[in-house]
């Protein structure tokens, strides 16, 4: 049953991820800078303390306790995965579209999800699941037979969206809703997308790095819920100091562009709608931290943090590439492409039946 809930909010969390951009096709006369960070103050400064004050009493005293290697570690991870985030327009620049954002999850999730496994191996820790026991047992085999099979997937709807680039235009979209143009370069977009891969993998070793906070208020809980089992919200604490390292640094650049783009003015200018571009940037960047929001429940139930992620991107790449055939995205495109990238959805899909029942067998 946990392995089944887990799945469950991981498929929320997905599903969050892969729509929160829908809001800000709303967002009329603003540059993308300043949608950007509006969106992201509520993403990485608003709702995140607000979710934890919800769900985990006294977590600022949690936080205050950690530790400065606690809290510093979590805090650079969290710059880095930021960095990551930002890189991910230059693989999207040099590779097109589909094909960079296909590398680039696909490199995020293997990072993400065996690096930390990896490094339990070197340096025991009590309760973590190691490399070692990956593919020492069955359960481990069929979560990265489960892995295999989503990377196969990716490169399905990566080939699919290569297929499209061709036959629509030359030109695409980034995940924020921006018009990009490509030159395909392949050596050089293959090493952003590296770089751009295993820097958004960051945010899953942040979550490692804060493991500590999240377990002191996974024990005050048990403590009072005697029986219960494991704490749905133990992550919130760990969330609101992550944040703060993606906060910094996607700050720092869109105040850059602002400047560059003189679009400062864009967060007072009565010409454009203010109130309902304030409204839908809140509400993208609401539904962006959602993601993580059930993340947690998710990683809670799976009590396994390389499925967890493996589940997490597997539902955003999911989602996303289900609302591309919902909003027509692939219109006008062949009979074989839009196969493709079904067949793609498909063996995603397959991917995440594979991790959700190797957990079960755990």
């Known amino acids: 049953m946990n392995a089944i809930l887990g799945v469950i909010f991981h498929f929320l969390g997905g599903f969050a991820s892969g729509s929160f951009y829908i809001p800000y096709k709303k967002v009329k006369g603003w540059a993308w800078e300043s949608y950007w960070i509006v969106g992201g103050l509520f993403s990485w400064l608003i709702v995140p303390p607000l979710a934890a004050w919800l769900t985990i009493p006294n977590f600022s005293e949690i ?30 620049r040099y590779l097109g579209v589909s094909l960079g954002s296909s590398i680039i999850l696909g490199l995020c999730m293997v990072f ?15 309760g973590k699941d190691t490399f070692s026991q990956l593919i020492g047992n069955s359960w481990g085999q069929t979560v990265l037979l489960g892995l295999a099979v989503c ?87 760990t969330y609101v100091v992550v944040l703060w390292g993606g906060l910094t640094t996607n700050f720092i650049w869109c105040m850059i562009l602002n400047a560059r783009n003189k679009t400062f003015g864009d967060y007072t200018n009565k010409k454009t709608p203010l109130l309902s571009n304030y409204v839908f940037a809140a509400l993208a960047g609401t539904t962006w931290f959602l993601q993580f929001f059930f993340y947690g429940m998710g990683e809670s139930k799976l009590g396994n943090g390389p499925s967890s992620w493996i589940l997490h991107m597997a539902f955003i790449i999911l989602t996303a590439n289900a609302w591309g055939l919902i909003l027509k995205e692939w219109a006008g495109v062949s009979k074989k492409t839009k196969t493709t990238v079904i067949i793609g959805i498909i063996t995603i899909i397959a991917s995440v039946l594979l991790v959700g029942y190797g957990n079960s067998l755990k």
């Open 151 to 237: 990377i196969i997937g990716i490169i399905i709807c990566g080939k699919a969206g290569t297929r499209k680039e061709k036959e629509v235009s030359k030109g695409g979209v980034d995940p924020h809703g921006v018009v990009t143009k490509t030159e395909f370069k392949f050596g050089l977009g293959l090493a952003v997308s590296i770089i751009s891969g295993v820097l958004s993998a960051c945010f899953n070793f942040g979550l490692e790095a804060g493991k500590p906070m999240a377990e002191v208020a996974n024990n005050l809980w048990k403590a009072a819920h005697a029986g219960e089992g494991e704490f749905l919200y133990q992550n919130n604490v």
């Open 112 to 126: 993400g999800s065996l690096i930390p496994s990896i490094y339990y191996d070197i340096f025991p820790a009590e």
């Open 63 to 92: 936080i205050r306790q950690a530790g400065g290697a606690t809290i510093g570690y979590t805090f650079l991870f969290g710059i880095l995965w930021g960095i990551g985030g930002l890189t991910y327009g230059l693989g999207v």
